[in-house]
């Protein structure tokens, strides 16, 4: 949940979210810098159950010190062995981090990895699309603001199915949610994992504030969602699919907590174990949204856990409303978040937050 880099597409604005039934929202452009990659997949060789796949990695953006790249394959191949990266697979959908030689990327730069699969000794197409730390990749460059999100219709508001535990948490806190789809098991790696996320973004803006935000007990909150993750992944919400995971469990979320989009009372994080291969996240107007490999990430899953803990720090800060960097500058607002803990807030970012409209959450 990204996290990202100024070259991806994340919001510094309000995230479009349905405050009401008769109610419509749209997230305006951020600060989201060029962005733009190239991948080559082939498939070296092939025999009865098993191929290899080479893929050749492009970077047409701003410089990269760690990537990610994320796939789906659609004829159940699986990968069995990989080198030059730590590839790992959660039932279709493929994830590959760097590895730690070769995370530096320039402009302009590639890297390559190879992995061993099983395949149907049917059917073995090429992936259709692939991201790179959260950015499709067309072979050009995207544009530099987000998307305009197409008005949607909101949701009747039903009893909720899900409350967290005890009374409703004390205002000005920060509440987190991991959102578990139907078919999705329960894994308490997920909750601790997020939390202890939580935990040190917490620790690091005490150290670069002198002022830090409280979280809820407990400080994540489970919700069983509605829907199966294929749901979420694939029921439009926004006019392109980067949004359509994220922006589905906000309006979830908001719907069976009662919560608004800004809202006044509490920052909201949510984190659902649901992504398709061109889902993102971002973070604005008091709220976090992050799809699938964020909540892998801190649940362990996804490596460098430096890479989390910044990102999470990164979209924090877009949710006291600091705006991307517009260059990489040794802060977090920048692709610098990678170089986490190594990484400090300007004293124009510090005073951004604190004199921003969720300053006062912080003590």
């Given at each position: 949940?990204?996290?990202?880099?100024?070259?991806?597409?994340?919001?510094?604005?309000?995230?479009a979210?349905t405050?009401?039934?008769?109610?419509?929202?749209?997230?305006?452009?951020?600060?989201?810098?060029?962005?733009?990659?190239?991948?080559?997949?082939t498939v070296?060789?092939?025999?009865?159950?098993?191929?290899?796949?080479?893929v050749?990695?492009?970077?047409?953006?701003?410089p990269?010190?760690?990537?990610?790249?994320?796939?789906?394959?659609?004829?159940?191949?699986?990968?069995?062995?990989?080198?030059?990266?730590?590839?790992?697979?959660?039932?279709?959908?493929v994830?590959?981090v760097?590895?730690g030689?070769?995370?530096?990327?320039?402009?302009?730069?590639?890297?390559?990895?190879?992995?061993?699969?099983?395949w149907?000794?049917?059917?073995?197409?090429?992936?259709?699309?692939?991201?790179?730390?959260?950015?499709?990749?067309?072979?050009g460059?995207?544009?530099t603001?987000?998307?305009t999100v197409?008005?949607?219709?909101?949701?009747?508001?039903?009893?909720?199915?899900?409350?967290?535990?005890?009374s409703?948490?004390?205002?000005?806190?920060i509440?987190?949610?991991?959102?578990?789809?139907?078919?999705?098991?329960?894994?308490?790696?997920?909750?601790?994992?997020?939390a202890?996320?939580?935990?040190?973004?917490?620790?690091y803006?005490?150290q670069?504030?002198?002022?830090?935000f409280?979280?809820?007990?407990?400080?994540v909150?489970?919700?069983?969602?509605?829907?199966?993750r294929?749901?979420?992944?694939?029921?439009?919400?926004?006019?392109?699919?980067y949004?359509?995971?994220?922006?589905?469990?906000?309006?979830e979320?908001?719907r069976?907590?009662?919560?608004?989009?800004?809202?006044?009372?509490?920052?909201?994080?949510?984190?659902?174990?649901?992504?398709?291969?061109?889902?993102?996240?971002?973070?604005?107007?008091?709220?976090?949204?992050?799809?699938?490999?964020?909540?892998?990430?801190?649940?362990g899953?996804?490596?460098?856990?430096?890479?989390?803990?910044?990102?999470?720090?990164h979209?924090?800060?877009?949710?006291?409303?600091?705006?991307?960097?517009?260059?990489?500058?040794?802060?977090?607002?920048?692709?610098?978040?990678?170089?986490y803990?190594?990484t400090?807030?300007?004293?124009?970012?510090?005073?951004?937050?604190?004199?921003?409209?969720?300053?006062?959450?912080?003590?």
């Open positions: 949940m990204h996290r990202r880099p100024p070259r991806t597409r994340l919001i510094a604005t309000a995230l979210a405050l009401a039934c008769a109610a419509a929202a749209t997230a305006t452009a951020g600060y989201a810098a060029a962005a733009g990659c190239r991948v080559a997949y070296g060789s092939q025999w009865s159950g098993g191929f290899s796949g080479n050749n990695v492009t970077n047409l953006g701003d990269l010190s760690g990537w990610t790249l994320r796939w789906s394959f659609t004829a159940g191949q699986s990968v069995t062995q990989a080198w030059n990266a730590t590839v790992t697979q959660s039932g279709s959908a994830t590959a760097n590895a030689w070769n995370g530096s990327l320039a402009t302009n730069g590639s890297t390559s990895f190879g992995f061993n699969g099983s149907n000794n049917s059917t073995n197409p090429v992936p259709a699309s692939f991201t790179l730390n959260g950015v499709t990749c067309t072979g460059v995207g544009p603001t987000s998307p197409a008005p949607t219709t909101s949701t009747p508001t039903v009893a909720p199915t899900t409350r967290p535990p005890g409703t948490p004390p205002e000005r806190t509440r987190v949610y991991w959102l578990k789809p139907t078919d999705v098991a329960y894994d308490q790696r997920y909750p601790d994992g997020i202890n996320v939580m935990r040190e973004a917490q620790r803006y005490r670069e504030l002198g002022r830090t409280t979280l809820n007990n407990p400080v909150e489970v919700v069983d969602g509605d829907h199966p294929s749901w979420y992944e694939n029921t439009p919400n926004g006019n392109e699919c949004w359509w995971v994220v922006f589905n469990m906000q309006q979320l908001m069976k907590l009662n919560l608004r989009a800004p809202d006044s009372r509490w920052v909201n994080v949510g984190e659902i174990s649901a992504e398709a291969s061109c889902s993102g996240g971002g973070g604005g107007g008091g709220w976090v949204i992050l799809s699938g490999h964020d909540a892998d990430g801190a649940a899953i996804g490596g460098n856990m430096n890479r989390w803990y910044g990102g999470m720090v979209e924090l800060g877009h949710a006291f409303g600091l705006p991307d960097s517009t260059s990489t500058d040794g802060t977090p607002m920048s692709a610098s978040f990678y170089n803990p190594n400090h807030f300007s004293q124009a970012q510090k005073n951004g937050i604190l004199n921003g409209p969720y300053g006062a959450f912080l003590s």
